[in-house]
């Protein structure tokens, strides 16, 4: 396999705009006669499948969902990162592009992610014509808001609402084509396989989740917006259907899979509470801003809130330990993501977390609200306040800020965490990793695009807060709809593309016959027994800290896993009508054997970069510590036929626009 | 933590597809924690079925975080359950006490079809988006500067609340008169109070409103169930402000 | 648009033929609290008499009664089209939760003052216009001019304690239907405004009180004797 990443020539801040002028276009009535398959209604998928039915293309839009409306995409909370610098604060299209590269600890490709920071401000001008509310000032103008990772505010939001407020925008782009038929939805539709003829990705087979029909659909590109593979550790901050098979399969169709071990793990989630947990709620990092975080300083302590013999709020300052502030001075409780959950673990694998499971740890409000309750105060006039005044005062203005969120802690927890701490724990929630795509967004088998989180492209090791959203939209709506049409105007005399094929016949009967075999085995073992055996090996060995031995452990693992999964699970019901274990055992299967790509790639790569953290490779104080003279290249994942057998090919990364350094936020 | 000690009757509405004649089972589930989501309890009950060797019950949910909308059981005779400004996978069991007996049921309403158990066929509510729930702006990027337009905060907020809709459709089958209404007037105020929306508000109202009625949801009748029973608790003002705009665009349709 | 085809136009017409019931009524109790005169129906007699034999006030009348069928029309087609809306029931429903009980019943309340208006039409509206009033004499001699004797119908009709009893009743099922029927109509017409939402539900209950102890203090006062 030859990986051509496709970088245009010339300097970085001119390649793009040399691209667009470059690329091959298709008349309009051409389009008309070309048809483009896109396979999932987020972000990406809703924005590119309504640019595309825009442009004239004929769109097929499939989610498995009931609706588009409803894709992940929808959960995020802060916001959307863009370059423009309304704040006046000295940002730019190249600091929110040496940002990012350096936030990704310098795992990224140089001409994507600066293309991504060129095409930012267009998207918050999109959305808002859409007619996206997002927050604004007293003046009518927008209000913007600062995140993890940065010195500038350009994150854009609405209320802690905004991956819904932009989803429902590219929804309703993706509706009105619906609308004018010049995009056909398939809802309740999942992608089973890719069918690739004569090289090129020609379509694509996909299970209908209401009769239960295997269908075949064809089209002159296949794109995939299929998001991420965080649901391999079983809990996470994903949707419950949220999974990797769309990915996987073309994946196993010939489309390499990159940097599969990149996964970032959330510092502020709610810990789990018990073995029932279905999944994982993330708290916003924004409570960052106003949160300390801390265990206590001595073993006896956090044994003692463990037992619940001792509260946190009985705890003296000095018998607390606000291990972020003391580790790291300069950012303080605002480090990027990375680096404060893998703070988080070290405490709690020392002893020191807080809950009943030893995995927590404190997310403290009681100087934030004194300190507002304090300038409240002052600005209401009230003197000689009392504590309990300013206390009261305080929490107003916290609620105000966060208040939908602490309601949302406290249904869930069932403690108010005006009065006591929060407790949280890192848990995952977004996949570097992804399908490997060239500058085009094509990925190695002709006419496969994959858009959005489904990709590897931007966030190289390691993403900062608000960055996905702007991913996503910024593939779906000014990328693609640009490539695309390099690769379609070579397809303009191919006339339509028949399902008959012995290519499509094949990949139905194979499709068929794997979901068939689920149905034979003898075993009594629920799919979800098996999903979380994986999930928790991932998590204990390719988690947040990773080492050889239990990489290695962990392979073993997978692999009596996935043989023991095709013997012995159980899975009720038929192949018609709704079958929803169905739908989940043929997602667990192909968690499984990504699983074991996750691990082989962690045991690849022989450093510590962003959310990928060798515990073999540290420096003395504990810091993540890269090898660029060896590391400095995309894994890209080949499949050979076994599973446990992939090859790797290397992409190396050349930066010639920004000088690698070291990661410090000491 | 986990150790659960409820247990519970529940009556669970079984119908194995949208032709089938369905009927209420009883379940007996016990060791239910306090802790768990309303869903998780389902999770443990369908366990125990599929161990039995019986069909799961189907039930639609994804992101368990009460923001996708996909979640829609009517519980104990109310939608999403017996809390306020929650939707069921944001409901835990410590809302139930031991002993208790859990009357779990799909929407019901001519415009949402059973599709199987407790899952219904929400594509209308995507249908009357589609007939005028959008801006027509093209998706080139190439519009005018975000700021171009000051937005009074005041309407921006406004227009926001209504656009928080998730779309679960609990205002219908909360409604004695399966009205969408709520839903449709939230989509309508938003772009109603937004100056990108209103080039084309007339059309927009009378499309949306005319959909909504070759749906066969029923007619408002202002009882205010809709309101209460959202888990956005979003306010029937926006059913107001609908039928400002659909009366003004019906006495002079033309801008 | 046809006029009854969408549901929001249907809901236009329950309001403003609702509204328009609602002046009727004000109208309707003003003059026949003119028996609490206590001048034997003198007053009353007269406004009746005008009130019968003004033309515009005759024309008007035909106004009423087509704005009362087109609200139970109206009514009827979405109480039916509603239950259409939910083919099959809740096995366990409980609207209490979240709606008051008379804001669901508007059907049955209406149905409940329609029976209502068929009695008390036969009672009094059809005696003025066709058959001529049952009480002897029926004319009585105010100012040189003949007027029917009304208030005396109305006393000869409230000796009855059951007529007592079903004119109670019907002032009950219209302060209910009243109640939710008056805020519900500005709702319907798009007024509903956190600024004066409040004081538009204090006038509609002042309102819906006001006028059903009215109505039902007449029979009462009537039948107690407190009017002769």
Known sequence: ????????????????????????????????????????????????????????????????????????????????????????????????????????????????????????????????????????????????????????????????????????????????????????????????????????????????????????????????????????????????????????????????????????????????????????TLMSESLRNDGRIWVPLHKEDAEAIRAKKLKPTDLPEERRDYYLERRYPAFGNLVPRDVASRAAKERCDAGFGVNATGEAVYLDFASAIMRYGKTAATVQGVHNATEDQIRELGTKVVEGKYGNLFQMYEQIVAENPYKTPMM???????????????????????????????????????????????????????????????????????????????????????????????????????????????????????????????????????????????????????????????????????????????????????????????????????????????????????FTGDPSAPKMNKEDLIYENIKVQQRSYK | MSNGNMNLTLKVWRQS??????????????????????????????????????????????????????????????????????????????????????????????????????????????????????????????????????????????????????????????????????????????FALLPQGHPERKERVLNMVKQMDEEGFGNCSNIGACEVQCPKSISIENIARMNREYLSASVKPEN | MGLFTSSLIKKYWMAATGLFLVSFLVVHAGINAMIFFNDGGETFNEWGHFMGTNLIVRTMEIGLFLGLILHIVDGLMLYFQNRKARPIKYAYNKPSASSTWYSRSMALLGTLILIFLVIHLKDFWLKTRVTGLTVMPSHVKIDGVMHENLFAEMLLVFKNPMAVVIYLLGCFSLFWHLFHGFRSAFQSLGLNHRKYASTIELAGSVFSIVISILFASMPVAMYLGWVK
């Not at chain 2, 009460?66 to 939707?87: D, K, L, Q, W």
């Open chain 2, 17 to 190: 597809n949208s032709t089938a004649a369905g009927k209420m089972e009883n379940y007996q589930l016990g060791g239910v924690s306090p802790d768990m989501s309303f869903l998780e309890m389902i999770d443990m009950l369908n366990e125990q079925i599929i161990r039995k060797g019986e069909d799961a019950i189907a039930f639609d949910h994804d992101c368990r975080e009460g923001i996708c909308g996909m979640c829609s059981m009517f519980i104990n005779g109310e939608a999403h359950g017996p809390n306020r400004g929650v939707t069921t996978c944001q409901l835990h069991m410590r809302s139930f006490k031991d002993g208790d007996t859990i009357y779990i049921e799909p929407w019901r309403a001519e415009g949402f079809p059973v599709v199987k158990d407790l899952m219904v066929d929400r594509a209308a509510f995507d249908r009357i988006i589609q007939s005028g729930g959008f801006v027509s702006v093209n998706t080139s990027g190439r519009t005018m500067d975000a700021n171009a337009i000051p937005i009074p905060k005041d309407d921006a907020d406004k227009a926001f609340d209504a656009a928080t809709c998730i779309g679960c459709g609990a205002c219908v089958a909360t409604c004695p008169n399966s009205s969408a209404m709520l839903f449709v007037s939230a989509k309508v105020s938003q």
């Open chain 1, 424 to 638: 949280i724990y890192p848990a995952v929630h977004y996949t570097m990793g992804g399908l490997w795509v060239n500058y085009e967004l094509m990925t190695t088998v002709t006419g496969c695009y994959a858009c959005g989180e489904a990709n590897f492209s931007d966030h190289g090791a390691n993403r900062l807060g608000a960055s996905a959203l702007m991913q996503g939209l910024a593939d779906g709506y000014f990328v693609l709809p640009y490539t695309i049409g390099n690769y379609l105007a070579d397809e303009i005399s191919t006339g339509a593309i028949s399902t008959k094929t012995t290519e499509f016949v094949e990949a139905e009967k194979a499709v068929r016959e794997r979901l068939e075999g689920l149905f034979k085995t003898t075993g009594t073992e629920t799919v979800d027994t098996y999903h979380k055996k994986l999930g928790k090996i991932i998590w204990d060995y390719c988690g947040m800290a990773r080492n050889k031995q239990g990489l290695e452990f962990a392979i073993s693992e997978i692999r009596k896993i996935r043989e023991d999964f095709y013997k012995n699970v159980k899975v009720p019901g038929g192949m018609n009508g709704v079958n929803t274990e169905l739908e989940k055992a043929t997602r667990v299967a192909d968690f499984i054997e990504l699983g074991e790509l996750m691990c082989l790639d962690a045991l690849e790569r022989n450093e510590s970069c962003g959310g990928h953290f060798r515990e073999e490779f540290q420096t003395e104080e504990g810091e993540a510590l890269r090898v660029d003279e060896a590391f400095s290249y995309v894994a890209a994942w080949e």
């Open chain 1, 1 to 280: 396999m030859k990986l051509d990443g496709k970088i245009p020539e010339g300097p970085l801040d001119q390649k793009w705009t040399k691209y667009k002028n470059s690329v091959r276009l298709v008349n309009p009535s051409n389009k008309r006669n070309i048809e483009v398959i896109v396979v999932g209604t987020g972000l990406a998928g809703s924005s590119a499948a309504a640019s595309l039915a825009e442009m004239g293309y004929k769109v097929k839009a499939f989610c498995f969902q009931d609706s588009p409306r409803r894709a992940h995409s929808i959960a995020a909370q802060g916001g959307i990162n863009a370059a423009k610098n309304y704040m006046n604060d000295g940002d730019s299209t190249y600091r929110l592009f040496y940002d990012t590269i350096k936030g990704g600890d310098y795992r990224s490709r140089e001409a994507n992610v600066h293309r991504l920071a060129e095409v930012s401000a267009s998207i918050i001008d999109q959305c808002v014509a859409q007619g996206v509310p997002f927050a604004r000032d007293y003046g009518g103008l927008l209000d913007n808001r600062s995140f993890g990772g940065t010195q500038v505010s350009r994150t854009f939001y609405a209320k802690g609402q905004t991956g819904q407020q932009l989803l429902l925008g590219a929804y309703s782009a993706l509706s009105r084509q619906i609308g004018k038929g010049s995009v056909k939805l398939y809802n309740r539709h999942e992608m089973m396989d890719l069918v690739v003829v004569d090289g090129k990705a020609r379509g694509i087979i996909a299970r209908n989740m209401i009769t239960g029909e295997i269908e075949s659909h064809s089209g002159h590109a296949v794109v995939l917006c299929t998001g991420g593979y965080g649901n391999v550790f079983f809990l996470s901050t994903n949707a419950m259907g949220s999974n990797v098979t769309a990915a996987w399969r073309a994946h196993r169709r010939g489309a390499a899979f990159a940097n599969a071990c990149f996964t970032q793990i959330h510092p502020t989630c709610i810990p789990v509470s018990g073995d029932h947990q279905s999944k994982l």
